[in-house]
């Protein structure tokens, strides 16, 4: 793709940042436009730490994923997958189980169009673009019955996604939807961004995602856990990004809520 150039395929917008293509650019990608660009770049130097603070997300991913893999589940779900970057889920989950199956689901056009591009060839994963919000489109494509038995536990991964869902569209209710039709012992994996911790960073930033097609909702820690109705928390619960979990060896971070995200797993009853 010729982002670079900023010629936007199909339906997109590039004159709009994207919250994917701005993520995208945090983490040191090339997939992004100007209008992208100049957003991440207001937003790092309001907030220097972002880069660091995506990378904490991404690393979370890896670890949540590594632990379903040693729960036994084989089949993943991650909604708002974004754009291709180092550790996707299948990579993950392929290096430790190669039978493993991930869709990827996202609404961003530059997020699927990349997926695509690098998943073709691996008949493990499928990719599909549509609005989380959206349950049987997602649950309901025929890609996903093609990889997933939702009879069997399923990993669904919903990671730095929430936070774009406002409280008008209800999240508890959407992921209660996804809950209902997921057999028992699937996971739940969220991290969420949050304004505890630094409650002065959080008011600029979300008004400066108000500029993306996907604005920005902060949300408390009760907040969040409120989102695993139906599950069971995993162990420590709802806590900021590094401490969930962290790989062994690693020296605990003596300032974790500069993250401003939690992460939570939570199992299915
Ligand atoms: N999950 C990846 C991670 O944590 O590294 C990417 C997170 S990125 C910050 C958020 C992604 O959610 C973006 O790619 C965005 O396009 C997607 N997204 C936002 N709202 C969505 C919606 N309603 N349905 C599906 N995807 C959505």
């Given amino acids: 793709m010729t982002e670079s150039a900023d010629r936007a395929p199909g339906d997109l917008d590039a004159e709009r940042p994207s919250a994917a293509r701005v993520y995208d650019f945090y983490l040191g990608g090339s997939h992004n436009f100007q209008a992208d660009r100049e957003m991440a770049k207001r937003a790092i130097e309001m907030w220097p730490e972002l880069p660091q603070i995506m990378q904490a997300n991404r690393a979370f991913l890896r670890r949540a994923v590594t632990f379903l893999l040693d729960r036994g589940i084989r089949q993943f779900l991650d909604i708002g997958s974004g754009i291709p970057t180092v550790g996707n889920v299948h990579e993950v989950a392929q290096a430790g189980a190669p039978e493993a199956r991930v869709v990827y689901v996202d609404i961003d056009p530059v997020a699927v169009a990349h997926s695509r591009a690098i998943l073709a060839g691996n008949d493990r994963t499928e990719v599909i673009q549509a609005d989380l919000r959206d349950v049987d489109a997602v649950l309901g494509d025929p890609r996903t019955a093609r ?116 992460a939570a797993v939570g199992r299915r009853e």
């Fill in 147 to 262: 990889l997933l038995d939702l009879s069997e536990p399923v990993g669904l991964l919903m990671v730095a996604l929430l936070h774009f869902v406002p409280r008008e569209a209800e999240p508890e209710a959407i992921v209660r939807r996804y809950r209902d039709r997921l057999a028992p012992g699937s996971h739940l994996v969220v991290s969420h961004a949050t304004h505890e911790g630094q409650p002065d960073q959080a008011g600029p930033h979300t008004a400066l995602y108000q500029r993306t097609g996907t604005p920005m909702t902060m949300r408390s820690r009760t907040e969040v856990a409120a989102l695993f109705a139906g599950f069971e928390l995993v162990d420590p619960g709802v806590v900021f990004l590094p401490q969930w979990r962290p790989d062994p060896g690693t020296d605990p971070d003596d300032r974790p809520e500069r993250f401003t995200g939690f």
